[in-house]
């Protein structure tokens, strides 16, 4: 089956204990990108990578790194996590042959983070 | 900064009537997508919309991209109890670029 994982699905951590959420996909994709929803502010994209070795800032790049050594993966790490980043992630994925915006991003589940 | 704006927040309504929701910009963008999230789950894709003006019908959902390519409208005919959920708009900054802004979206209930 097509899809997204994401792990864990949910996390209570305390402020400064670095952290990866990971996401993983299997239909070969190109472009995988990481989003934070809040209430009111809606879904707002942290980083993408268009390929291996190849990632870039969205808007709400500030506190968390990522890394994409592998086509298939893509975690989020927050080296120094501070409860303004309680939130919930979504991983998503889309071929990426240049049709950005026209793409269909495929979304994983979702992880749940609580920073105390 | 680029904003999409979406209205209502909040929509419940009875099964069996219409209704529509806006997304709304002071920018251009080059194409426009909405999505349906349910609890627990991640965004699904409904419809991408390109050309300014054009018009995609998927069942008894209807999307619209505005002529000038800053707004979008969906239109629900008959909504039924499965139409709940939150609906999303997310727009492409320029062509080709893969750096998305997404409303602050729409939740609907519709009861039975």
């Known amino acids: 089956e097509a899809q997204v994982t994401q792990n864990p699905r949910y996390l209570i951590t305390v402020t400064g204990k670095k952290l990866t959420v990971t996401c993983s996909q299997n239909?070969?994709?190109?472009?995988m990108s990481w989003y934070r929803q809040d209430p009111g502010l809606g879904l707002r994209q942290i980083y993408y990578?268009?390929?291996?070795?190849?990632?870039d800032k969205g808007d709400v790049p500030e506190g968390y790194k990522v890394s994409r050594k592998e086509k298939r993966n893509f975690p989020l790490i927050l080296e120094s996590p501070s409860p303004n980043q309680t939130s919930l992630y979504f991983c998503a994925s889309s071929f990426g042959r240049f049709q950005g915006g026209q793409e269909t991003q495929y979304f994983g589940p979702g992880t749940r983070l609580l920073v105390l | 900064t680029q904003l999409l704006e979406q209205s209502p927040q909040f929509l419940s309504i009875q099964e069996g009537e219409n209704l529509t929701v806006y997304c709304n910009s002071s920018?251009?963008?080059?194409?426009l997508q909405w999505y349906r999230q349910e609890p627990g789950e991640g965004p699904v894709l409904l419809v991408t919309v390109v050309t300014g003006g054009e018009v995609k019908k998927l069942k008894r959902l209807t999307f619209q991209f505005g002529d000038a390519r800053k707004d979008s409208s969906l239109h629900i005919t008959a909504a039924q109890t499965g139409d709940t959920g939150l609906y999303l708009c997310?727009?492409?900054?320029?062509?080709?670029?893969?750096?998305?802004?997404f409303g602050t979206g729409t939740r609907l209930k519709v009861l039975a």
């Open positions: 239909m070969n994709h190109e472009y």
């Open positions: 920018s251009v963008f080059s194409s």
């Open positions: 997310a727009g492409a900054r320029s062509s080709g670029t893969y750096k998305y802004i």
């Open positions: 990578s268009m390929n291996v070795e190849v990632t």
